[in-house]
């Protein structure tokens, strides 16, 4: 399992799109153990995360996934850049997971994805029903929980996973069952009535 860090402040930009949802989703399952997230305006998220200390995330698409990093895109905390300096290349399925949710936040990439036209919609979907931020990453860890399970169940049955360069392996903390899915600690605002459904 990949975790570096615990009870970190994440700045991104509120309203996340289907593709800052899986960069927020990445560091749920992957980095920190109990990530603390805070939405503010696209253009202050650097600004925020220099004043409080948290680590400012961005839905930054220019490099096709699992390809080198430019020097601009390495210096932020994108979902490439993420992936690269956790040493979590060597995950096939997250590559296709990157490769999605790059199709899903651009209309037009130079090998589109086939299922990034439906997660677009449903990440444009989600911002008209849900109002709630803290809430979307929740929902949006779900799904994107289930695309990676499906491309790690795929890739699995026709090969051994693949190791990162390093010789590290990378895994997900995938749910096991209701209790296991961080919705209740992830939406700390929601009624009790509505986390005691959650648990159900």
């Given at each position: 399992m990949v975790t570096v860090v615990?009870?970190?402040?994440?700045?991104?930009a509120e309203r996340?799109?289907?593709?800052?949802?899986?960069v927020l989703w990445l560091v749920v399952r992957f980095i920190d153990t109990r990530?603390?997230?805070?939405?503010?305006?696209?253009?202050?998220?650097?600004?925020?995360?220099?004043?409080?200390?948290?680590?400012?995330?961005?839905?930054?698409?220019?490099?096709?996934?699992?390809?080198?990093?430019?020097?601009?895109?390495?210096?932020?905390?994108?979902?490439?850049?993420?992936?690269?300096?956790?040493?979590?290349?060597g995950d096939r399925a997250l590559i296709e997971v990157a490769s999605l949710a790059r199709a899903a936040d651009q209309a037009s990439v130079p090998t589109p994805h086939p299922l990034g036209e439906a997660v677009r919609a449903i990440g444009r979907g989600a911002l008209t029903v849900e109002g709630d931020d803290h809430w979307l990453v929740a929902c949006g860890t779900f799904l994107y929980?289930?695309?990676?399970?499906?491309?790690?169940?795929?890739?699995?049955?026709?090969?051994?996973?693949?190791?990162?360069p390093a010789g590290g392996q990378s895994s997900a903390r995938l749910p096991t069952g209701p209790d296991h899915w961080p919705l209740a600690r992830l939406v700390p605002r929601r009624s009790a009535t509505v986390r005691r459904w959650i648990r159900a």
């Open positions: 615990s009870d970190m402040i994440w700045i991104a996340p799109t289907a593709g800052g949802l899986a990530p603390r997230f805070a939405f503010v305006a696209a253009d202050a998220v650097d600004v925020v995360a220099d004043a409080t200390g948290g680590w400012a995330l961005h839905a930054d698409w220019r490099n096709e996934p699992g390809q080198p990093l430019g020097d601009q895109v390495e210096a932020r905390q994108t979902f490439q850049s993420l992936v690269a300096r956790h040493r979590l290349g929980d289930a695309v990676y399970a499906y491309y790690r169940r795929s890739m699995v049955s026709r090969e051994p996973p693949a190791s990162s």
